[in-house]
């Protein structure tokens, strides 16, 4: 059986420990001097070298040459197998009885934050007062949730993800070493994907050498199960344009080839991080959240759900920024109760003569015919306790921004699906037209509704209907398929491309 190259490439000596060189040359300096702690923790994220140190040091301690050999006095515990008091216990009782051999007893206890709370309690009574002959080192990625009191009485050495540069240097010398012919850019992708783990690097190198004589940047992409860079470019490209038919086509391709939504999440992750961090984000803050939103992908039960819904979302504003920009004028009659109350220096000069063109308003009149003209009408401000009332000319599109507005604070996914309504209001009724059926029926749900009339009516100081339509669209042929999808689903949709 042949030797895994993680294990066969394992290191040896502090000296020769990658990355690390804060922490070993302090232990090697240490040691030099004969001083020897009774605890050390050493912590870090996975692969980088804890175990190993923790080993070597052990051997360092005792004077011995360090091998994969197990020593009678070097002894290591797992913590997330061990990690009742019964077991600490156990070892309390070890602890007195002196090396076989060595100078030292040395208990390496993996992943020490897997201890329960009366495990702990019972290791820090041997930690406090340890014999003169035990020395323990710890190792956790979560150093976190060791007690305080844990923590107080060890050296603790926190070792850092390997750099970028230093795994892919080493990662060269072992292929040349192995005969293992890659690409650099395959190299470089390997070195990436193991984000700082020099463990994980060498295991995904090990498998990539049986894929192929010649290992290219394809190859390792295939195993990583990543997407082409065309498709998260694709991807990128129509949440920028707000082209949500292409992006579920998109989706759908990714899907029909195996991809998993959990992956193509994170390398548009990386793609939109990259443009953020570059300053090349149109807009940083639509990025920032769609980042916020892709982490969650992952550890959803739907995952392809929510990475579409996510998509879909962050393709809005684009889409809908033109549709504001197409608002009609609107004209709406007003109940002149609703306006607010003329002043002495709103009076007009009865000198003045009316505007050319434009009827002569009656000031007793019950009621006022206006024009509507973007940018004339005052705005509400929703931020203000008191409403302000609808008065004099109104804008369909200024109110329904209003409205957007508030429900963004509080009702995300509302907000995100409103944002596709085309907005127009009579002075009775706020109709919403929309493109597709799913979002019509989402708005229209009464609570949707509700919440959308009580908001208007504090924005506009008078009570509207809410009415959710489908806009008008040339009439087209429905498949028999899409009949079978509306009984399983309860309605169905036809797109075309």
């Known amino acids: 059986m042949g030797q895994a190259l993680y294990r066969k490439y394992r290191t040896k000596t502090l000296g020769d420990t990658v990355g690390q060189d804060h922490v070993t040359t302090t232990l090697t300096n240490a040691l030099k001097q004969g001083r020897i702690s009774h605890a050390y923790l050493l912590s870090g994220p996975r692969g980088v070298g804890k175990t190993s140190i923790a080993r070597i040091l052990a051997h360092e301690i005792n004077g011995l040459s360090y091998n994969d050999e197990a020593h009678l006095d070097i002894i290591e515990i797992d913590a997330a197998s061990n990690r009742r008091i019964d077991e600490i216990r156990e070892l309390r009782e070890r602890v007195n009885t002196a090396p076989a051999h060595a100078k030292y007893k040395v208990y390496i206890i993996d992943e020490v934050h897997m201890l329960t709370k009366e495990a702990f309690n019972a290791l820090l009574k041997t930690l406090e007062e340890p014999p003169a002959h035990v020395v323990f080192i710890l190792a956790t990625t979560e150093a976190h949730k060791l007690p305080e009191t844990i923590l107080s009485r060890t050296q603790h050495y926190t070792l850092r993800p390997v750099p970028f540069e230093l795994v892919t240097r080493r990662l060269r010398e072992i292929a040349d070493g192995e005969n293992i012919t890659i690409d650099d850019d395959a190299l470089e992708l390997v070195a990436k994907h193991g984000e700082g783990s020099f463990r994980d690097s ?36 129509t949440i920028s344009s707000g082209d949500s038919v292409g992006l579920v086509a998109t989706l759908a391709e990714l899907y029909v080839q195996g991809f998993e939504p959990a992956m193509v999440a994170q390398q548009l992750s990386a793609t939109v991080r990259g443009a953020v961090l570059e300053g090349r984000a149109t807009d940083a803050h639509s990025s920032l959240q769609l980042l916020q939103k892709l982490i969650d992908v992952p550890s959803s039960r739907n995952p392809r759900q929510l990475l579409e819904i996510t998509l879909l979302q962050a393709a809005l504003p684009a889409a809908s920024a033109p549709m504001a920009a197409r608002a009609p004028v609107t004209r709406t009659t007003v109940p002149k109760a609703l306006a607010p109350e003329s002043t002495s220096s709103s009076t007009p000069d009865a000198s003045e003569a009316p505007s050319p063109g434009r009827p002569e308003e ?41 409205v957007l507005e508030t429900i963004k604070k509080q009702y995300n996914t509302l907000y995100g699906i409103a944002r596709m309504a085309h907005p127009e209001f009579d002075g009775q009724r706020l109709i919403l037209a929309f493109k597709f059926t799913f979002h019509q029926k989402r708005v229209n749900e009464a609570k949707n509704r509700k919440l959308l009339a009580d908001i208007v009516e504090q924005l506009s100081g008078q009570p509207v209907e809410i009415v959710c339509v489908v806009a008008e669209t040339e009439p087209t042929a429905v498949k028999p398929d899409v009949a079978a999808i509306s009984n399983i689903f309860g309605g169905a949709e036809l797109l075309n491309s």
């Open 202 to 237: 060498i295991s995904l190198l090990d498998q990539a050498s049986s894929v192929a004589e010649h290992v290219t940047r394809g190859d390792i992409e295939r195993i990583l199960g990543l997407a082409p860079d065309e498709y998260i470019a694709r991807l990128n490209a």
């Open 362 to 402: 009656n000031p007793t009149a019950i009621q006022a015919e206006v024009t509507a003209e973007p940018g004339n009408a005052p705005l509400a401000n929703p931020t203000d306790d008191t409403p302000a009332p609808l008065a004099g000319e109104v804008d369909a599109a200024d109110l329904w921004n209003q």
